[in-house]
T-cell receptor, first 114, second 113 residues
Framework: GAVVSQHPSWVICKSGTSVKIECRSLDFQATTMFWYRQFPKQSLMLMATSNEGSKATYEQGVEKDKFLINHASLTLSTLTVTSAHPEDSSFYIC??????????FGPGTRLLVL | GENVEQHPSTLSVQEGDSAVIKCTYSDSASNYFPWYKQELGKGPQLIIDIRSNVGEKKDQRIAVTLNKTAKHFSLHITETQPEDSAVYFCAASIWTGGFKTIFGAGTRLFVKA
């Protein structure tokens, strides 16, 4: 199956710093990637849709200046959490589509902001 | 918009028994229904999917059924094993100029040895 990687797998940072998370599709090209946030024992919450070569589309309630998304190539999207605060601590998961329908997820990045 | 409901939220079965997870969706235009398995601390893994022009699909111990009229779809796991223990998410995808996927709340499956 299609493989999606994320880096780093976990990160601890101080409040006020920025953190960048990378999402790569390893064996396919993805014009569209997605970023999700997941709280403990909850479902996946879509944050934004990342489109290669254009601006990301953010879901309602997600601050675009807080969560910067860049999709510079067909295999890489990045999410930068700017000026992170403890409430940003969460499990962030990306996904990518090799075709119109099927979505493959990365292994996730656990962020802890102290 | 589309809404996906998933039941039960928790399911405990004995090893070797079958497990069934059910989902309903609200938008009849939805036409793609994937199922994901998420183990603790990992990302969701696609385990099976079904399209609206098919009523049933099977892959070894896993099967999915779809009732378009009732807007129901279900995941069936036979001969469960402890390694099947995980959280399972159903989802429904609808075309809105691009496919939008709505996830269910998840079912935590425990398989007791």
């Amino acid at each position: 199956g299609a493989v999606v990687s994320q880096h780093p797998s976990w990160v601890i940072c101080k409040s006020g710093t920025s953190v960048k998370i990378e999402c790569r599709s390893l064996d396919f090209q993805a014009t569209t990637m997605f970023w999700y946030r997941q709280f403990p024992k909850q479902s996946l919450m879509l944050m934004a849709t990342s489109n290669e070569g254009s601006k990301a589309t953010y879901e309602q309630g997600v601050e675009k200046d807080k969560f910067l998304i860049n999709h510079a190539s067909l295999t890489l999207s990045t999410l930068t959490v700017t000026s992170a605060h403890p409430e940003d601590s969460s499990f962030y998961i990306c996904s990518a589509r090799p075709n119109q329908e099927t979505q493959y997820f990365g292994p996730g990045t656990r962020l802890l902001v102290l | 918009g589309e809404n996906v409901e998933q039941h039960p939220s928790t399911l405990s079965v004995q090893e070797g028994d079958s497990a069934v997870i059910k989902c309903t969706y609200s938008d009849s235009a939805s036409n793609y229904f994937p199922w994901y398995k998420q183990e603790l601390g990992k990302g969701p893994q696609l385990i099976i999917d079904i399209r609206s022009n098919v009523g049933e699909k099977k892959d070894q111990r896993i099967a999915v059924t779809l009732n378009k009229t009732a807007k129901h779809f279900s995941l069936h796991i036979t001969e469960t094993q402890p390694e099947d223990s995980a959280v399972y998410f159903c989802a429904a995808s609808i075309w809105t100029g691009g496919f939008k996927t709505i996830f269910g709340a998840g079912t935590r499956l425990f398989v007791k040895a």
